[in-house]
């Protein structure tokens, strides 16, 4: 994605936007399932220069089924996304004709990596593309939870992998005013 962008987008003179600095960063974090341990590190570490930049973090999790929920919140759905994250990958979605839902997080679901960032009030969000219960108790969190599970069709295949990486493309071409030639 950081290479199509980079290599081939241009700036839309009439938005204003400058490619040359938009810094892109494809983050994995540990220890999602020990309290967003990963997460809540990198953002202590680097919360003054998060805020400065005006970062905006869109977490992708357990996508597998083609469409795709927008969490409007988090942390078993006590802690709130903020509104003009969910309503830009909203937009994103509908330009890239990808299924999407606004969601508030599942009591008792847990949390995702946007936690820690949409705690200390930055604008995050998470997609995430599973069928629940179903396919949560078919396979999440058992030895089938591999990534094979994009092989198999009848899950959903690379649909919602596929669906969440157009919508992160067209959020970036919004957000940012490139034009992709």
Not at 10 to 36: K, Q, Y
Not at 82 to 87: G, W
């Amino acid at each position: 994605m950081c290479d199509y962008l980079g290599g081939r987008a241009d700036i839309d003179a009439s938005t204003g936007a400058d490619s040359a600095h938009t810094e892109i960063r494809l983050i994995t974090f540990g220890s999602e399932e020990a309290s967003t341990r990963g997460a809540l590190r990198y953002v202590e570490q680097h919360i003054d220069e998060l805020k400065r930049l005006d970062a905006r973090v869109c977490n992708i999790d357990s996508i597998i089924d083609p469409e795709i929920v927008i969490f409007t919140s988090d942390g078993n759905g006590f802690t709130r996304n903020l509104p003009e994250i969910c309503d830009e990958l909203r937009r994103a979605a509908s330009a890239a004709a990808v299924p999407h839902v606004l969601k508030p997080f599942p009591p008792l679901g847990g949390a995702t990596d946007a936690l820690p960032f949409s705690r200390f009030k930055l604008k995050a969000a998470t997609l995430f593309a599973m069928r629940m219960p179903e396919q949560m108790v078919r396979w999440y969190h058992t030895p089938r939870d591999t990534y094979t599970l994009f092989q198999d069709e009848k899950e959903g295949g690379t649909r919602g992998l596929r669906n969440a990486l157009k919508i992160c493309l067209e959020w970036i071409v919004t957000v940012h005013g490139v034009t992709v030639s």
